[in-house]
């Protein structure tokens, strides 16, 4: 392939980062993989300036496993900064990012540091590209399990059109091996699954198919700063969102 590039992948290891790095690998770009586990540390920027060396573009998977703001927008704004610092320093050409679709009026959680992580890498040195995304079908056993006690599993009411990591991960490559288009900014490119769903009935198809003894209810949580957008259709996909399969019910059914 002559259109081959030198891709660093931070977060590489993760429910994103290992998809991205196998789409990468298929294309037959050389790949530098790293995560926290190698020793390289965006948060801090620990190895990072080695790592890059040679490297032309960036794609960050990278993620936090705390759903706390405060925690989650620290972790943003230092690996933001420091993939600008030492990807400037290494010469590379550009950044390329996920977020979450919808999440322009967040205000609390994981969601609100999304987007400090957007502006913060709008902000720096490198130019960036920012695709925001529905959420992964495999956040959905992760939901399940935060939401379970004892024979009951209570699922935030959200509506949302979950795509697979896998489907993410082609369209952030496709967004890093091609030129930025030309022309005025228009709104962030979207990636999102075939249909709306709501988070509970997912969790309840898992449930089935897995043999768990639980009964899923979707609840309403009026601690949550941004429920009316979970609820309202806020974190379905916009008009000029790209739809991907499979569906979450193909998915499970193909693990």
Known sequence: MSNTKKIAVAGATGRLGRHVVDVLIEQGHEV????RADGIDIETGAGLAEALGGVQVVIDASSTPSADK????EFFTFSAKNLHAAGQQAGVEKLVAVSIIGIDHATGGYNAAKLVHEQVLRDGPLPVQILRAAQFHELVEVMLGWGTQGEVARLPKMRTQLVAARTVAEALVELAVNPAPAGAEGPLPEIAGPRPETMAGAAALLAAERGLEVTVE????????????FEDGTLLAAPHATLGGPTFAEWLAAK
């Open 218 to 229: 979707e609840v309403s949580d009026p601690a949550n700063p941004d429920r009316e957008q």
């Open 70 to 73: 405060d925690i989650a927008t």
């Open 32 to 35: 530098v993989a790293f995560s």
